[in-house]
């Protein structure tokens, strides 16, 4: 009689022989990048709420609704007389949002001292600089592990390739993908666990894995698709490749006199948003303001589009330069503008960012998965690798722990420096755990256990500063980011508070 | 209908989707069809009803993250928890394939993973290159098809690379796919 839950066996798509080959590829691919694309993909889970994470850095920053054209001249203006005409390079103003209520002024010059962002109160002024520097080095570390750039910015690009690679060669070996779709099997064998797990998690978060190895590999290797590829459709100009997707650059124009008026902006906004009904203006900017050969840009956003931003660049006579318009594009350039918002999940509001930090951790679960399934089939052939566990363990564990001592710093010091600091700290205190053999058994509980305290203890120190300086003036942002942070200490120290009810519980003998 | 409550019970059909699909794991026969049938037809009307909220384009997306996330939580609903020690014959039937066990040498692990790395990369660019050249269509367009098709090809390579048994079987493929790639561009450029 057929057993219902084992139907009959067909012939196989792919031969044992090949699957167990790519399976070999599959894992040397993991055991080569695991600990980078670990690291990567958990401060990519963070960084998804950067937006959120920023407002929660400098919650008394003047909280702006909405601004007039005449203000975001105002803001403009007074960027310029920041330092010398002359050397100013850019300027832009980024309006409030639904997400972000703040109007941020930014400039970039060749004085050094007179580049960056600031808060802008209700009329134009600026009055606050701008510090993120715990969301910088999170973003960084997520960009080129904060390496110098050119070797952080190949490893990180070399990681994207192995995670497509991986993701790609996950399903091809992976033969009974229908057969133990919605199997799980935890308590018995370790290996059969966290294969089980692994398997499962990548078999139903295919689409964003997928997604996200995409994008992360193209992201990381653009510049060198970029010049690849330009050498035979642009016969190598790069430049011209760049700026029919982004628009033309007023670079030529940096050392020119700035005797030109910068123009209102009022005009370059309604021309823009003519014809565009449902997009917001997001940003004006100005490349070389003041210089005959000065481009007005204007930002906008369609909250129901995918593109983070439709750009349209004018000269200062009103005539339109460049406009992006993502939708009368061909198919192989709107997945290009696609590239950038599908990675970041800056679409579709608060839900999809929630769903890209869940399935952000899934992507790190994978990974811690995927190499413990490597030690445990060691440890079963007779061929344990002590030492490996206890790093894997230090990785897995001593990473959240860096990650959150690298925020508690700044909230004691202005020191730029101060993230790295905290982060370096903890990652080198893990490390040094697992060079001691008798933390085999403890080192993952120990570090877990430090993380959740670490959290907790950062949340609480946080809304103490927060409300010490006047409940009102707090962006209420900076409160829910606290309650999120107890919350996920919460949940990493869940497991250990379930095991000690367990051992207080069991009877005694 | 208002869009959100559109939003919300496209989330709730979604969800229905998943345990329509997880009954046809456990169903057989004809019952087991259709049920699969049911649960992917489904998300057509979640996809419709998510679009209401979201658009078309970003609906989507959120319709495919919903599915993931509904299809983690019923597979972890549906745990298995097995006694501390199962029988040994149980595992190695469970578990499936390993990976191959191949002949060590240290040369060959390093011979392998600079070939990954660098030929692999060689190719995919030059084939990237060569195609985007001689493709029909707008030259934006050709650039656009040819950065995009880059990291896929390439890590395809990078899998053949590190799975063929035979290393000498990619290493070659690849050199010769460089060579007549190559020689493409340079007509290209050159014409």
Same mark, same amino acid.
């Given at each position: 009689m057929t057993d219902p839950l084992r139907p009959a066996m067909r012939k196989p798509l792919f031969s044992k022989g090949w699957v167990s080959a790519v399976l070999a590829g599959h894992s040397a691919l993991g055991l080569a990048f695991s600990a980078a694309i670990y690291l990567i993909c958990l401060t990519g889970s963070v960084v998804v709420f950067v937006e959120e994470l920023e407002r929660w850095e400098q919650p008394t920053a003047p909280k702006v609704v909405s601004v007039s054209p005449e203000v975001i001249d105002e803001g403009l203006a007074a960027l310029r007389e920041m330092g010398p005409k002359?050397?100013?390079?850019?300027?832009?103003?980024? &309006? !409030?949002?639904?997400?972000?209520?703040? /109007?941020?002024?930014?400039?970039?010059?060749?004085?050094?001292?007179?580049? $960056? *962002?600031?808060?802008?109160?209700?009329?134009g002024q600026p009055v606050m600089k701008v510090r993120?520097?715990?969301?910088?080095?999170?973003?960084?570390?997520?960009?080129?592990?904060?390496?110098?750039?050119?070797?952080?910015?190949?490893?990180?690009?070399l990681a994207g390739m192995a995670l497509l690679a991986l993701v790609i060669s996950g399903i091809l070996a992976h033969p009974r993908i229908i057969k133990d779709a919605f199997r799980l099997r935890s308590g018995g064998s370790a290996r059969l666990s966290q294969a089980d797990l692994h398997n499962r998690?990548?078999?139903?978060? &295919? !689409?964003?894995?997928?997604?996200?190895? /995409?994008?992360?590999?193209?992201?990381?290797?653009?510049?060198?698709?970029? $010049? *690849?590829?330009?050498?035979?459709?642009?016969?190598?100009d790069m430049t011209k490749a760049f700026s029919d997707l982004t628009g033309p650059s007023a670079r030529g124009a940096a050392d020119a006199p700035r005797t030109d008026p910068v123009p209102p902006s009022a005009s370059f906004i309604a021309a823009a948003?003519?014809?565009?009904?449902?997009?917001?203006?997001?940003?004006?900017?100005?490349?070389?303001?003041?210089?005959?050969?000065?481009?007005?840009?204007i930002g906008l956003h369609d909250p129901r589009g995918l593109p983070l931003r439709e750009s349209v660049l004018y000269d200062s006579k009103g005539n339109k330069v460049f406009g992006s318009d993502v939708a009368k594009r061909s198919f192989a350039q709107q997945v290009i503008f696609a590239i950038q918002p599908l990675h970041f999940g800056w679409f579709g509001g608060g839900f999809v960012k929630l769903a890209y930090g869940l399935l952000g951790l899934s992507m790190c679960s994978i990974t811690a998965t995927g190499i413990q399934i490597w030690l445990t089939r060691r440890r079963d052939k007779g061929r344990p690798a002590p030492i490996m566990e206890r790093l894997w363990a230090a990785t897995i564990w001593g990473q959240p722990l860096a990650l959150t001592l690298a925020a508690i710093p700044s909230l004691a010091t202005d020191a730029e420096g101060a993230p790295l600091l905290g982060w370096a700290t903890g990652t080198i205190a893990a490390y040094a755990l697992a060079c001691v053999p008798f933390m085999q058994a403890r080192l993952a509980a120990w570090l877990r256990a430090a993380t959740a305290v670490a959290l907790a203890g950062l949340a609480l120190l946080h809304a103490a500063i927060g409300a010490a300086g006047g409940l009102s003036a707090v962006d209420p942002m900076s409160w829910a980011v606290d309650a999120a942070l107890l919350l996920t200490a919460f949940f990493v120290a869940r497991p250990m508070l379930k095991f000690r009810r367990a051992t207080v519980e069991a009877p005694s003998l | 209908m208002n869009e959100q409550i559109a939003g919300v019970l496209g989330i709730a059909v979604c969800?229905?989707?998943?345990?329509?699909?997880?009954?046809?794991?456990?169903?057989a026969g004809l019952r087991r069809k259709l049920w699969a049938a049911g649960g992917w037809l489904v998300l057509i009307p979640a996809s419709i009803l998510i679009a209401l909220w979201w658009g078309v384009v970003v609906?989507?997306?959120?319709?495919?993250?919903?599915?993931?996330?509904?299809?983690?939580?019923?597979?972890?609903?549906g745990e298995?928890?097995?006694?501390?020690?199962p029988a040994k014959s149980r595992i190695r039937e469970e578990m499936g394939l390993d990976p191959d066990e191949r002949r060590r040498s240290r040369w060959r692990g390093w011979a392998r993973g600079a070939a990954a790395i660098l030929l692999t990369a060689i190719t995919a660019n030059a084939i990237g290159a060569a195609a985007a050249g001689i493709a029909p269509g707008a030259q934006s367009d050709r650039f656009a098809t040819g950065v995009v098709i880059v990291p896929l090809l390439w890590a395809c390579l990078i899998i053949w690379m590190l799975s063929d048994r035979v290393m000498l079987r990619p290493v070659l493929s690849m050199t010769a796919a460089s060579a007549i790639a190559g020689a493409v561009i340079a007509w290209t450029l050159l014409s």
């Open positions: 002359d050397a100013v390079r850019s300027v832009s103003a980024t &309006l !409030p949002s639904a997400a972000n209520p703040h /109007f941020v002024l930014s400039a970039r010059s060749g004085d050094r001292l007179n580049s $960056g *962002s600031w808060f802008a109160d209700t009329s993120h520097d715990v969301s910088d080095f999170l973003v960084g570390l997520h960009i080129n592990l904060h390496l110098p750039y050119g070797i952080g910015t190949v490893i990180v690009g998690i990548g078999t139903w978060g &295919l !689409p964003f894995h997928l997604i996200m190895a /995409f994008t992360a590999a193209f992201l990381g290797v653009f510049l060198i698709a970029l $010049g *690849s590829v330009a050498a035979t459709t642009y016969q190598g948003t003519e014809g565009v009904p449902g997009f917001t203006v997001q940003s004006v900017s100005i490349q070389q303001p003041g210089a005959k050969e000065q481009r007005i840009g | 969800l229905a989707s998943v345990l329509m699909l997880r009954r046809a794991w456990r169903d609906g989507l997306a959120v319709m495919l993250l919903t599915f993931s996330l509904c299809a983690m939580t019923v597979v972890k609903v298995e928890r097995r006694p501390a020690r």
